[in-house]
């Protein structure tokens, strides 16, 4: 079955620290790929999105991704995080050609960051 | 703002109640999905709807039942509530198509807990 693949449930940083968070997908056709965040409280919101060329995506806050289709990963990273980058984040995969997913969004279990001042 | 509204946002049942959720957008979506959140399991589907009158069942759709009469609603049911539908639904849409990149907009929640 497609699945998603978040490795760390839980991350705890220092302000300024390095993030970077795995994602990992099971299908092997054409995908679609997204990162979504969500602050405490809040719902779900777009953080960026890979269709098709460059692999490396950038997005929204100084949050970027690479795809990397040999290891069907899409992993999240950002160079310096900040206190308001305390969030879930969740990584969704979009099979695009598949005829029983239609556009589906199939979720990993979400990674839960907490950065500390 | 245009988006997607969910009410209620918060509910309590006894367990055995039956109550309805509802969903609209008014970005004429084609696609309607409903989504539970639970600690540990991310989102996991439970129906989704392709057009008006349409619907289908996603990864775990027992204990609910859904209805699209009209293309903007989208109405998740709970005929008999029990204590292992606590949870945190979330409605979403989106075109038929990712055009332009667009993925799904959330609503905001409804957390649901049944006793």
């Known amino acids: 079955a497609q699945s998603v693949s978040q490795h760390n449930h839980h991350v705890i940083l220092s302000e300024a620290a390095s993030l970077e968070l795995g994602c990992n997908y099971s299908y092997g056709g054409t995908v679609n790929l997204f990162w979504y965040v969500q602050y405490p409280g809040q719902h779900l919101q777009l953080l960026l999105k890979y269709f098709s060329g460059d692999p490396l995506v950038k997005g929204i806050k100084g949050f970027e991704a690479e795809f990397i289709k040999s290891k069907f990963s899409f992993n999240l990273r950002k160079p310096s995080v900040q206190w308001s980058d305390t969030a879930e984040y969740f990584c969704a995969v979009n099979p695009s050609r598949s005829m029983d997913s239609s556009y589906k969004l199939i979720f990993g279990s979400g990674t839960r960051l907490l950065v500390r001042p | 703002n245009a988006g997607v509204t969910q009410t209620p946002k918060f509910r309590v049942l006894k367990t055995g109640q039956s109550m309805t959720l509802l969903c609209a957008q008014d970005?004429?979506?084609?696609?309607m999905y409903w989504y539970r959140q639970d600690p540990g399991m991310g989102l996991r589907l439970i129906h989704y709807s392709v057009g008006e009158g349409t619907t289908a069942k996603g990864e775990v759709p027992d204990g609910y039942n859904v209805s699209r009469l009209k293309k903007q609603n989208f109405l998740l049911g709970l005929e008999s509530a029990a204590p292992s539908q606590t949870s945190v639904y979330f409605c979403?849409?989106?075109?038929?198509?990712?055009?332009?990149?667009?993925?799904?907009?959330f609503g905001s929640g409804t957390r649901l807990t049944v006793v």
């Open positions: 970005m004429n979506h084609e696609y």
């Open positions: 979403a849409s989106s075109y038929s198509e990712f055009r332009g990149g667009h993925g799904y907009t």
